[in-house]
């Protein structure tokens, strides 16, 4: 009853107005001041995030400096050991110090100078990945005097145990048979200092099979690379060693390529086999190595730990401007342009581009520091990764398949069962151009630079009776300079030029590579229709066999065709945004990376680093080498169109020239030659004069004061030489009948042979300034002008409306 009692006085209360008003306002009092306690108690710790998020970006700091203390080596070494016992999989004798290898390897060798020269891949740690150089000595005509062992040279050493375990089973396997059989190691290479590179270098120095031999050990200038008494700069060849009968130097050369960008002193060691050794009176192109550590993976490249610090605004190329200032040795940029010396003067000296041959890329092959393939594919394919998905319609499809081909590979030898695991390294340089995002953005600013180019000699070039006219006939319209170029080479033409065309057979337990079995593909994309076509055509007995080959030959080939044709709108100049990267172009593909200070620079033999970006020096010969490597320059030494892009780079430097002195292009048999601006001063010259030509603009950036202190000095504003309209817009253009992709849609695969081209307008044509960037809209524009929109078919079918409605175009009514 009391129960009861009390449950009904209760109700009653509950809903009282009398009784619950005032517990209701209390209720809300005490709720206000929990709130502002609460969002007192935030303020501090939202300004502590402000702090903190400061200090959280530049965490790279703590790898640049506490990382090669030695209880960071300890704990880093530690962990990695712990990984590779737990992921290998393979158990070992109790007791033993020897780590179980990731990969299966040992029977793996890339052949350098046939039955002399190769390369061993050393699996390390967790993921690690060494590199052993043998030179095996040739066979004696006599029996006297002690044979000559076999030289060795190490690149990258992070655990010793493992290394020399390694070399052991390598001697026999491979080299049992050899009179002595011994491997003598003679020097180590070393990346970069960090650990999981370096942690095997005391060990081999105390080892009693290595350290009798091991002299030197090499490493960049600044890097205080850990036991390293031969520091070395870019330019710097290796010694190699020599005995008896056996000379390392004079089959191969090891160069020494400084790229500050993973750590401020890395070094690319690029290993080129000399000519001379292939006993031919045939002139044949050199195979370059390339040992790249932690600066280039395949698929990617390594953190930029010690690069200049590079915040999210900086990473943007939103809300930029031709005034905006950027940093070239930070963040991505400085990866960029070490990856575009790389190209530059890897296969051969870049003074010899005169004779371009095509084959350099395809001659280039790289060998990183981690087995990183699998993962840094799958990154680029992840749902979630905008940044790449967002721009695989701006490549051609050979780029998506090529990709997607060699992250399945990755994931079926990396997903085989443990200790059978096979690398996925080395990878040729042809591969790395598609499957690596910093390639494939070096080419993207390679194409704009072309467009730029392209504009400028249309609208600003003072000189309009240049020798460029004679070109007008050749094989490149200047009308269609901007859009992607792509001269792809036949496999078969790269393997008929190969300096290694016969290779030491391989057996069961020596696996005998080179460049070409690493160039060539495992699974080759064609479009179903053209093949369809050649089974029909060779059914039917229409063509021979030899026709039905080439033309299966050529069916890869055309995946390297874009499917949409973008240009920018004739008779317009590029926004800001275009002409910021536009500079960007210049500044990547046309300078070599610098020191990330005055003293680096001294040290490494580099360019000393710039404060202000219009004082950063640009060569002409750099920027036509390096257009080159990434095929934006045609192959063929008999095409014009090369000539008119290196042309127009002439003339831009000539009137870049702020002394106009003697004109380079005033003789009248002079042609466009790479030769041209061969002496330093012609050659290099400030980003800030190529700006004040290419667009028209002031050649000093403000500085920050200047820039938000406006009572002092506003910001100037643009002033083009000419009236014209600025717009980042293009045109587009896409045939569904003729494109590959699209012709299912039609439920036709053939086309009837006829160029309807709807995107482009006749140069002549004075209403290009109101058009959208779409080529449809163009077109409806074009036959709103003759009048016969009401019944054409085409325009109703494109804005969608019936024939009962009228049509209104950009302020036209019908």
Known sequence: MLKDALNNFWLECRHSP????????????IMCILMVVTLLCQVPSFFIGILLASITSRGHWLVEFLYPTAIARWGHLAIMRMSARRNNGVKLDEGSTTLPMHSRAIEQRTEVVKGRVYIHPLPQLLDNIGYLIVCVPPKRKTKRGTPAPILGVLVDCGDADSVIDQIDLIRDVHYANIENNMIEIHCLLCTHKHHDHTAGNRGLLKSKIVGDTLKNICGGAIENVPYCNTPVVDGHLIKLPS????????????????????????????????VNTLRSNESKPVVAHLFTGDAMFSGGGGVTFES???????????????????KPNGGSLSIERCFAKLLRRSVQDEYTINSPDGLGIHQMMVFPGHEYTMDLLQRQMQPGNLHFNSQWSRHQPSVFFELASQYFVAGHRRNLPKSTKLLTVPSSMKRQLKINPYFRSLRKRGELLLTALTIWYKHLHKNKKSKLAKFNGSNVDMNYLSMPMT?????????????????????????????????????????????DEVIHDLRHGRISSVTAAKKLNELSSKLDEPTVMRRPIPNTLPNEKKMYMGLLALAVLGSDPSGLCASDSRKLNLPSPVGDTDHLLISKRKLISTLFRLGLLPCDKESSGIDQIVLIINLLWEESRLDHGNSLLDTENESADFEIGRDEYDDLIELGALKLTLFGLVYNQPSWFRK????????????????????????????????????SVLGCPKHDGNDDDLSYDDENNNTLDDIEPSGQQQYVQASSLDGNYDNDIEVRMIRGVSSRRKITLEGKNS
């Open 18 to 29: 009398c009784f619950m008003t005032p517990i209701t306002a209390l209720m809300l009092f």
């Open 308 to 326: 200049d610090f590079e915040s999210v605004k900086d990473k943007s190329v939103d809300n930029k401007t031709i005034q905006s200032k950027f």
């Open 708 to 743: 938000y202190c406006m009572p002092c000095h506003s910001i100037p504003e643009l002033k083009d030489k000419i009236k014209v309209k600025r717009t980042a817009a293009e045109l587009v253009k896409h045939d569904v009948a003729k494109c590959p992709m699209c012709a």
């Open 487 to 531: 001269f792809s080479i036949d496999d078969s033409i790269t393997a008929s030029a190969s300096t290694l065309s016969e290779k030491t057979p391989s057996s069961a337990n020596t696996w005998n590579v080179n460049h070409e079995d690493f160039n060539r593909s495992v699974f080759t994309t064609v479009y179903t229709n053209d093949l």
């Open 243 to 274: 005995k008896g009968n056996n000379d390392m130097g004079a089959l191969i050369e090891i160069e020494c390529l400084a790229v500050p960008s993973h750590t401020r002193g890395s070094i690319v060691y690029v290993l080129r086999n000399r």
